[in-house]
């Protein structure tokens, strides 16, 4: 049947949100309707002006609506029969969008070998005379020989890790939280980088803590910006992530993290660094807390080098502040679970982990060749996370091209995520650990390119 021929599906919006733009809540409505199947390829959509009459708004949002539908590739329009749902070809090879969306918004690593591994030392840890110690109370930091060991596994040539002054967590969110309950109270400023961790975002709203923004540069964090916003706001504390940013993946020098260290000790700052990412670096950057140790927290954790589920985290705090640690982890979780920090050192001591940490870098290194390879512009890293920093072209911004991503079938991570202000980041994450192998990467990664590669639609202002 040609499509002239076709007949209106007479659709009207089950709901619409009232929350936000009217445009956007129905094309939420619209595409909501085609992926559970009310709508299906080749219905065709009722004229601008009939919808607009229906639910009362302008004939101008209905076509504004239209438009972003057209541009996530969930209808298109053909001049003179109308509108149709039908999801437009886009990738490599005329492939259609997938209608599983590929998941790269989400920071993990790729499948490897942790799996098998684990399965391994569970079995040991299973035996009975290994699992009744574990069982028992233990100390709210930690076993005190899971600390020393874990505090030397941290430890190398750029950092001496003092078990006594290292606590173990669940995962690093928990030790984030510790920590900004360590030096902050209900109100309080906080530094951060312009564009930070979602994570972070979380744990400060729940703590009822104001982020005030830094700007950056090709490092991280500007000195001059940090002592203008410390000054201005007069927050007295820093999160950053000095290795590896999330979402930039820019790393400070050696001169930069001394620099900071000097502003730290002129404003009476404390530091929170974030360490997660710096395994992924074979000689890892002096972290700030060797040149500040007592105005420092330290946070790694080994859920980005075994797997998510591993939560098991470190912090390591000023001397000072050893008592006050241990009372809040006591209040909020008395202690991590001695099996999994049992685990944690198996891997170690079996060398295991030294293999998984290998086998994370060499599959980073093999999806990030494949992302700058597709994306020349982006930055040319030797040792890179799981992620990496998609600069975008003054005409698409951030929302616009994830909103255009999602329509055709891929994930990326949401502009929102990791903004600390209103102003567009001028790029956007792409995490590279999700797809099953370098082919179905590859694939998504040139479907993300061709969109770049069309203009986004002329969308006009409504009232």
Same mark, same amino acid.
């Given at each position: 049947?040609?499509?002239?021929?076709?007949?209106?599906?007479?659709?009207?919006?089950?709901?619409?949100?009232?929350?936000?733009?009217?445009?956007?809540?129905?094309?939420?409505?619209?595409?909501?309707?085609?992926?559970?199947?009310?709508?299906?390829?080749?219905?065709?959509?009722?004229?601008?002006?009939?919808?607009?009459?229906?639910?009362g708004l302008s004939v101008g949002t209905v076509s504004k609506a239209y438009q972003e539908a057209e541009q996530r590739g969930i209808i298109s329009g053909h001049v003179g029969q109308g509108t149709f749902v039908r999801r437009r070809t886009l990738g490599r090879g005329g492939?259609?969008?997938?209608?599983?969306?590929?998941?790269?918004?989400?920071?993990?690593?790729?499948?490897?070998?942790?799996?098998?591994?684990?399965?391994?030392? #569970?079995?040991?840890?299973? =035996? $009975?005379?290994? @699992? *009744?110690?574990? /069982?028992?109370?233990?100390?709210?930091?930690?076993? &005190?020989?899971?600390?020393?060991?874990?505090?030397?596994?941290?430890?190398?040539?750029?950092?001496?890790?003092?078990?006594?002054?290292?606590?173990?967590?669940?995962?690093?969110?928990?030790?984030?939280?510790?920590?900004?309950?360590?030096?902050?109270?209900?109100?309080?400023?906080?530094?951060?980088?312009?564009?930070?961790?979602?994570?972070?975002?979380?744990?400060?709203?729940?703590?009822?803590?104001?982020?005030?923004?830094?700007?950056?540069?090709?490092?991280?964090?500007?000195?001059?910006?940090?002592?203008?916003?410390?000054?201005?706001?007069?927050?007295?504390?820093?999160?950053?992530?000095?290795?590896?940013?999330?979402?930039?993946?820019?790393?400070?020098? #050696?001169?930069?993290?001394? =620099? $900071?260290?000097? @502003? *730290?000790?002129? /404003?009476?700052?404390?530091?929170?660094?974030?360490? &997660?990412?710096?395994?992924?670096?074979?000689?890892?950057?002096?972290?700030?807390?060797?040149?500040?140790?007592?105005?420092?927290?330290?946070?790694?954790?080994?859920?980005?080098?075994?797997?998510?589920?591993?939560?098991?985290?470190?912090?390591?705090?000023?001397?000072?502040?050893?008592?006050?640690?241990?009372?809040?982890?006591?209040?909020?979780?008395?202690?991590?679970?001695?099996?999994?920090?049992?685990?944690?050192?198996?891997?170690?001591?079996?060398?295991?982990?030294?293999?998984?940490?290998?086998?994370?870098?060499?599959?980073?290194?093999?999806?990030?060749?494949?992302?700058?390879?597709?994306?020349?512009s982006v930055e040319r890293l030797k040792f890179p996370p799981f992620y990496g920093w998609l600069p975008l072209p003054p005409e698409w911004s951030a929302v616009g091209f994830a909103s255009a991503a999602r329509g055709h079938g891929i994930l990326v991570t949401p502009p929102?995520?990791?903004?600390?202000?209103?102003?567009?980041?001028?790029?956007?994450?792409?995490?590279?650990?999700?797809?099953?192998?370098?082919?179905?990467?590859?694939?998504?990664?040139?479907?993300?390119?061709?969109?770049?590669?069309?203009?986004?639609?002329?969308?006009?202002?409504?009232?």
């Amino acid at each position: 049947m040609g499509l002239d021929r076709m007949k209106s599906s007479g659709w009207l919006p089950r709901h619409l949100s009232a929350e936000g733009p009217r445009y956007l809540a129905l094309v939420n409505a619209l595409e909501q309707d085609v992926n559970e199947g009310r709508l299906t390829d080749g219905s065709r959509l009722p004229p601008h002006r009939e919808l607009a009459e229906q639910l009362g708004l302008s004939v101008g949002t209905v076509s504004k609506a239209y438009q972003e539908a057209e541009q996530r590739g969930i209808i298109s329009g053909h001049v003179g029969q109308g509108t149709f749902v039908r999801r437009r070809t886009l990738g490599r090879g005329g492939a259609t969008a997938a209608r599983s969306p590929v998941n790269m918004a989400l920071n993990v690593p790729a499948d490897g070998r942790e799996t098998d591994i684990l399965s391994g030392l #569970l079995t040991e840890v299973a =035996r $009975i005379r290994d @699992l *009744a110690p574990l /069982l028992a109370y233990h100390p709210h930091g930690g076993i &005190v020989e899971h600390r020393e060991i874990i505090a030397a596994n941290v430890s190398d040539g750029s950092f001496n890790a003092d078990p006594a002054r290292l606590f173990l967590c669940n995962g690093a969110q928990h030790a984030i939280d510790i920590a900004l309950r360590l030096v902050a109270r209900p109100g309080d400023a906080i530094l951060v980088d312009a564009l930070t961790y979602s994570g972070f975002k979380a744990t400060a709203a729940a703590n009822h803590l104001t982020l005030v923004p830094v700007a950056m540069d090709d490092e991280g964090a500007d000195p001059d910006a940090l002592e203008t916003a410390s000054r201005t706001s007069g927050a007295k504390v820093f999160y950053c992530t000095p290795t590896l940013q999330s979402p930039t993946a820019r790393t400070m020098s #050696l001169a930069r993290r001394q =620099r $900071i260290a000097e @502003l *730290a000790d002129k /404003l009476d700052l404390t530091i929170i660094e974030d360490d &997660v990412y710096g395994f992924f670096l074979p000689e890892r950057p002096v972290p700030l807390t060797e040149l500040i140790p007592d105005r420092s927290f330290y946070i790694t954790s080994y859920s980005k080098c075994v797997a998510p589920g591993f939560r098991l985290g470190t912090l390591t705090v000023p001397s000072a502040l050893t008592k006050q640690t241990e009372l809040l982890l006591h209040a909020s979780s008395w202690f991590v679970a001695p099996m999994l920090s049992e685990l944690a050192v198996r891997l170690i001591g079996s060398g295991k982990l030294g293999d998984l940490v290998r086998e994370r870098r060499q599959q980073a290194i093999d999806r990030y060749r494949v992302f700058s390879g597709i994306f020349p512009s982006v930055e040319r890293l030797k040792f890179p996370p799981f992620y990496g920093w998609l600069p975008l072209p003054p005409e698409w911004s951030a929302v616009g091209f994830a909103s255009a991503a999602r329509g055709h079938g891929i994930l990326v991570t949401p502009p929102i995520a990791s903004m600390v202000d209103d102003a567009d980041p001028g790029g956007i994450r792409v995490c590279l650990g999700a797809p099953k192998d370098l082919p179905e990467l590859s694939n998504a990664l040139y479907t993300l390119h061709e969109i770049i590669a069309h203009q986004p639609l002329n969308v006009f202002s409504v009232a």
